[in-house]
Structures are given as structure tokens and as C-alpha cells.
């Protein structure tokens, strides 16, 4: 999600121009899900976490900053860049969205699954209309899924499942 959602918002974001949307696409991408999953992965393989769904809640702590550090990253680049608004604003969307639950990690594991898949459901529909409503049941499966594997309580993934829409449709609205 964390890759394709920034694609969405750049090609809405560019006019439907390809080369911009690659671009601009890439750089949240990279930045907000490649460059942080690769940490975990490599810090999973080498013993630091529990694996790289990093499912002890107090291991969250260095993989969650080393994914605030690297979104802030990112933004550096697009606003240097000067890209388009829109790329900008789900870029500070995505790095509120993901400072509140890293805050709320310290004394609760909340569902990140849950909160990016809320995100980008809710960022969709403020693009592109109300037809991307029709994703919403994906938004519980994932939940349920997380609550299957016994990675999270119903509590947790109702908690992702709300910040991400809540909060990061806020503040992507109040930035573009």
C-alpha cells in the first residue's frame, strides 16, 4: 500500500503525467516504505527484533524512528524539489499518521497494518471520490488478519483502523 498509494497521489497529483508520477511516486515510496522495511528486515535477520513484523512491542521503538527519520527524508526531498502539493501533503500525512502510533506504541501496540490501510483508503476517497469507499472491507480484512495471527487484539486494530483516516485524512486535507 505504502508503495502504490504515493503513485495514486502523484499521478492525480501531476495531471496524469507519467514521468512526474514515477518520480515523485518513488520518492515516498522509497523513503516511507523500501528504505524502512529494508532496516527492519536486515535488523530481523540479524537477531535485533523478532522478525520484520517486529510483533514485541518494545522493539518497535528504533525501527519506528529509523521510519520517522527516513519519511522526514523524504519530505526534505519534495520540498526541495518543490513537488506537487498533493505528493507533499499525504508525505506529512504519512509521517504524523506514523509519529502518533510510534507515541502510542510506548504503552500499546497499535496496528500499523491497520492504520495505513485506514490512511490510504481515506486519502483515496479525498482524491478520487466516494467509488473508493468500496475498499473499506479491505481495511477489515487486513484487521482481521492482523487479529487472526494474534498480533494485535480487535481493540488495537479498531484503534489503527481509525487513526489512520482520522488523522491522516485531517492532515492531509489541512496541507494540500
Same mark, same amino acid.
Given at each position: 500500500?505504502?508503495?502504490?498509494?504515493?503513485?495514486?497521489?502523484?499521478?492525480?497529483?501531476?495531471?496524469?503525467?507519467?514521468?512526474?508520477?514515477?518520480?515523485?511516486?518513488?520518492?515516498?515510496?522509497?523513503?516511507?516504505?523500501? +528504505?524502512?522495511?529494508?532496516?527492519?528486515?536486515? %535488523?530481523?535477520?540479524?537477531? =535485533?527484533?523478532?522478525?520484520?513484523?517486529?510483533?514485541?512491542?518494545?522493539? =518497535?521503538?528504533?525501527?519506528?524512528?529509523?521510519?520517522?527519520?527516513?519519511? !522526514?527524508?523524504?519530505?526534505?526531498?519534495?520540498?526541495?524539489?518543490?513537488?506537487?502539493?498533493?505528493?507533499?501533503?499525504?508525505?506529512?500525512?504519512? +509521517?504524523?499518521?506514523?509519529?502518533?502510533?510510534?507515541?502510542?506504541?510506548?504503552?500499546?501496540?497499535?496496528?500499523?497494518?491497520? !492504520?495505513?490501510? %485506514?490512511?490510504?483508503?481515506?486519502?483515496?476517497?479525498?482524491?478520487?471520490?466516494?467509488?473508493? +469507499?468500496?475498499?473499506?472491507?479491505?481495511?477489515?480484512?487486513?484487521?482481521?488478519?492482523?487479529? !487472526?495471527? =494474534?498480533?494485535?487484539?480487535? !481493540?488495537?486494530?479498531?484503534?489503527?483502523?481509525?487513526? %489512520?483516516?482520522?488523522?491522516?485524512?485531517?492532515?492531509? +486535507?489541512?496541507? =494540500?
Amino acid at each position: 500500500m505504502v508503495i502504490l498509494l504515493p503513485l495514486a497521489v502523484a499521478w492525480h497529483a501531476t495531471g496524469y503525467q507519467l514521468g512526474r508520477t514515477v518520480l515523485w511516486g518513488l520518492v515516498v515510496a522509497v523513503f516511507s516504505s523500501v +528504505l524502512p522495511m529494508m532496516f527492519i528486515v536486515r %535488523g530481523a535477520r540479524l537477531g =535485533r527484533w523478532d522478525g520484520h513484523h517486529v510483533r514485541n512491542r518494545d522493539g =518497535r521503538t528504533v525501527p519506528l524512528l529509523l521510519g520517522l527519520g527516513s519519511t !522526514a527524508l523524504g519530505l526534505a526531498i519534495l520540498l526541495l524539489g518543490r513537488a506537487p502539493q498533493d505528493v507533499t501533503a499525504l508525505d506529512v500525512a504519512m +509521517l504524523v499518521t506514523l509519529f502518533a502510533c510510534t507515541i502510542v506504541t510506548r504503552w500499546w501496540k497499535i496496528s500499523l497494518h491497520s !492504520a495505513v490501510a %485506514g490512511g490510504a483508503v481515506a486519502t483515496l476517497v479525498l482524491l478520487y471520490g466516494p467509488f473508493f +469507499l468500496v475498499l473499506v472491507p479491505f481495511v477489515g480484512l487486513i484487521g482481521w488478519s492482523r487479529v !487472526a495471527v =494474534r498480533d494485535h487484539t480487535v !481493540a488495537q486494530v479498531i484503534a489503527g483502523a481509525l487513526i %489512520g483516516p482520522i488523522l491522516g485524512g485531517a492532515v492531509f +486535507l489541512l496541507v =494540500r
